[in-house]
C-alpha cells in the first residue's frame, strides 16, 4: 500500500530542539496558562496542553522559562496555530504552531536554544 500523505516532520523546513527544561505557554492577552513547550524551530513551536486550540487561530505567547534564578526573561512570540491533536488519554492536546512575528533579540534567542 502506497501512500502520499507526508508526516508532519516531513513538513517542516527546519529541524526542532526538543526542549529538556520547563518553559511554560501564557496567552499574554488573558495571561492564561495554556501549555509547555515539547519542541521549538526558528519558525515554530509545539505545546502540550490541557484545553485544544482550533486550527488557525492567531495568538500572542510568552515562553516563560521556569528557572530557580528567575533570571531568564520571557520569549514573546505571535503565531497562528497549525494543527492541534489530542494525546491518547484526551486530557491533553498537543497543538503546532508557525511563528509569524517576533523580535530580532528574541529569535537569536530561539537560535541559540536550538544550536
Known amino acids: 500500500m ?5 508526516t508532519i516532520k516531513d513538513m517542516r523546513k527546519k529541524e526542532r530542539a526538543n526542549v529538556t527544561e520547563v518553559v511554560r505557554i501564557i496567552d499574554k492577552p488573558s495571561g492564561r496558562d495554556i501549555g509547555q513547550l515539547v519542541n521549538i524551530s ?9 484545553q485544544p486550540i482550533a486550527e488557525n487561530s492567531i495568538m500572542q505567547l510568552a515562553l516563560v522559562f521556569d528557572c530557580e534564578s528567575g533570571s531568564t526573561p520571557d520569549i514573546n512570540i505571535g503565531v497562528e496555530s497549525l494543527w492541534s491533536h489530542s494525546s491518547t488519554e484526551d486530557s491533553n492536546h498537543w497543538t503546532g504552531f508557525y511563528i509569524i512575528d517576533i523580535s530580532e533579540q528574541d ?6 536554544m536550538i544550536s
Open 42 to 50: 526558528e519558525e515554530g513551536i509545539m505545546i502540550l496542553g490541557t
Open 2 to 6: 502506497q501512500t502520499n500523505q507526508k
Open 107 to 112: 529569535q537569536e534567542r530561539i537560535r541559540n
